[in-house]
């Protein structure tokens, strides 16, 4: 009989929530007590997220479950006439499950369901930037089967189909100054769910030796297209529509990530890792009514590289202990405010607790950002 490994993982995450951009950096605990400096940590059923060509260099089925906790807070002050906001967001909580079964000792296939994108944002209502949000949440999530291969004892790679489900909710002020005829200012909200869109997974993993492993992963991009989505209107003058239909686009960014870890002895693992994400993908959100005129939010926002270093020591044949730092920079340009999304440059610091026995296990992992 094959082992089967379990790996049972919750994830605590405090203050800022999300990565650069949109991005939601919470595919695995483990990983996560590294800084996310998996792309080259092999042999564990987080490797269909990291690098999936490493599961070739683990044994047996693997099967790895998680949520992440997420309470964030986000505080607008602005410098002229000092107006203030803060948001009043809930918890979010972002989850992956990961399946993985050897066909022999040469090919692996597995599949991922997981979520890395997403945006929860709630300002109070008719704040100072309510024209451009008052309230988002945009959910991604990816299915992601794929297969392993090992061409010899140091060698692997692998490919992958992703498989994207979306939907988004977005309510905005339609301008400063029009109001209903209750004296109320008019807000317009955006829905749509059940958005598809495909992509693919390609890596490649190096085992060196016992000491040392290099990983390269590409995920590509996906673009969630609205084709029915519904517009509704609230507190609107009595000569205004009430609801409309729209299109619109939103790409998820494609991202190569490159890594290599390192065991200077038998209990001590260094991994460090580089992330370039493509957001230069994203020029505009177009939205494109079927009655009313159309909106054009520019927004040309740029590539960003984020360097990850993580250390894990071993501190018997049971209990990992972990650590790591990151800097995520934001890809949105110097000089604009982006209220539906944080735009900052974060400094991340990572801490992590692991248990393992022979088939199961559990992790725990903080990020305070």
Not at 161 to 169: D, F, P, R
Not at 213 to 229: D, H, Q, T
Request: with cysteine; hydrophobic share 40%; net charge positive.
């Amino acid at each position: 009989m094959k082992k089967i490994l379990l790996t049972f993982s919750t994830l605590t995450f405090l203050t800022l929530s999300y990565a650069g951009g949109y991005r939601v950096a919470l595919q695995g605990s483990r990983m996560l007590g590294l800084a996310h400096a998996g792309t080259s940590v092999f042999g564990s059923a987080e490797n269909v997220f990291f690098n999936p060509a490493g599961l070739m260099f683990g044994e047996g089925n693997k099967f790895a479950f998680g949520v992440s906790f997420i309470k964030s807070t986000v505080k607008f002050q602005n410098a002229d006439y000092l107006w203030t906001a803060q948001t009043q967001n809930p918890i979010s909580t972002p989850f992956y499950m990961y399946l993985s079964m050897p066909a022999n000792e040469y090919m692996t296939f597995s599949v991922g369901i997981y979520t890395p994108f997403g945006s929860s944002v709630k300002w109070e209502q008719d704040w100072v930037g309510s024209h451009l949000v008052n309230n988002i949440s945009l959910k991604a999530i990816y299915i992601q089967p794929g297969f392993s291969f090992k061409m010899n004892d140091y060698l692997a790679f692998s490919a992958g189909l992703i498989i994207g489900k979306g939907s988004v909710e977005y309510n905005k002020n339609i301008n400063r100054f029009l109001t209903g005829d209750n004296g109320e200012r008019t807000d317009i909200t955006l829905t749509d769910k059940n958005i598809t869109a495909t992509g693919y997974n390609i890596s490649m993993a190096i085992r060196a030796s016992d000491r040392f492993s290099f990983g390269i992963n590409y995920r590509s991009a996906v673009v969630f297209k609205s084709r029915y989505g519904k517009a509704e209107f609230n507190d609107e003058p009595s000569f205004f529509i009430e609801r409309d239909n729209f299109k619109a686009e939103l790409p998820m960014p494609a991202e190569w990530s490159m890594g290599f870890s390192v065991k200077p002895c038998k209990r001590w693992l260094v991994a460090m890792d580089a992330n370039l994400t493509l957001w230069s993908i994203y020029k505009k959100l177009d939205i494109q009514f079927n009655r009313l005129p159309r909106n054009v939010m520019p927004k040309n926002w740029h590539n960003t590289v984020t360097l990850r270093l993580g250390t894990e020591f071993q501190l018997n044949e049971n209990i990992a202990l972990r650590a790591g730092y990151y800097n995520d920079e934001s890809p949105i340009p110097y000089g604009h405010f982006s209220p539906e999304t944080p735009s900052l440059d974060s400094h991340n610091f990572t801490f992590g607790f692991g248990y393992q026995k022979e088939k199961w296990g559990f992790d725990l992992a903080f990020l305070y950002v």
